[in-house]
C-alpha cells in the first residue's frame, strides 16, 4: 500500500487526484498521529466500512505494515459488523472534497491508536448511509463517479 500524509491529496486514483483527500495511509516508516477517538466515530466508520462504493476495483490484500510479524488481522469485528480489511477504500464526502482511506483504517485505530483528522471523523459522523442516494449525490457533487476503467495509480 502507498503512503499518504493525512489530508495531502492521494494519487493514488489518478482520475480523481484533485477531489481526493488522504486520510490513514500508513506506513511504519512514517510517524502518524495518536489518541483517543470517540466510540460513536468508530462505528460510524465500521458501518461505512463494511461493503464500501467505490469507484475503482483493485485485487489483493495489504497487510498492516505496523503489525510487526502477522500482518495484521483480515478482518475487525465490532457490534456485529465485520469488515474485510486491506482490500478496499471507504470515500467519504466532505464539505469540499471527499476524503479516501483504506479500509485498514479500523484496524489502525483499534489496534495502533491511529487519531485521523477531526474533519475526517467530522465527516464521518454526517456522512449519509453507504450506497444511499444521499451518499452517491454527495461523492457525485464532489467531482466522482463510478469508472468501468482501471485508472488508478501505483
Known sequence: MSFFQDLAPCSYFERWESSLLAVGWLDSGH????G??????????????V?????????????????RFTGGPGSVT???MTVSIGEANVFVP?????????????????????APPMVFQDAVLRCPE??????????KALGLKRDTTMDVGP
Do not use: N
Not at 510517524?31 to 495518536?34: E, G, L
Not at 462504493?53 to 497487510?63: D, E, I
Open 78 to 80: 465490532y457490534q456485529g
Open 31 to 34: 510517524a502518524f498521529t495518536k
Open 36 to 49: 483517543a477517538v470517540g466510540e460513536e466515530f468508530f462505528a460510524a466508520l465500521i458501518r461505512l466500512c
Open 51 to 67: 461493503q464500501p462504493w467505490a469507484p475503482a476495483v483493485f485485487a489483493g490484500r495489504h497487510p498492516c505494515p505496523l503489525c
Open 94 to 114: 466532505g464539505l469540499a472534497r471527499v476524503y479516501v482511506a483504506p479500509t485498514m483504517i479500523a484496524h489502525y485505530i483499534d489496534a495502533h491508536e491511529y
Open 130 to 139: 453507504m450506497r444511499s442516494m444521499a451518499y452517491l449525490k454527495a461523492i
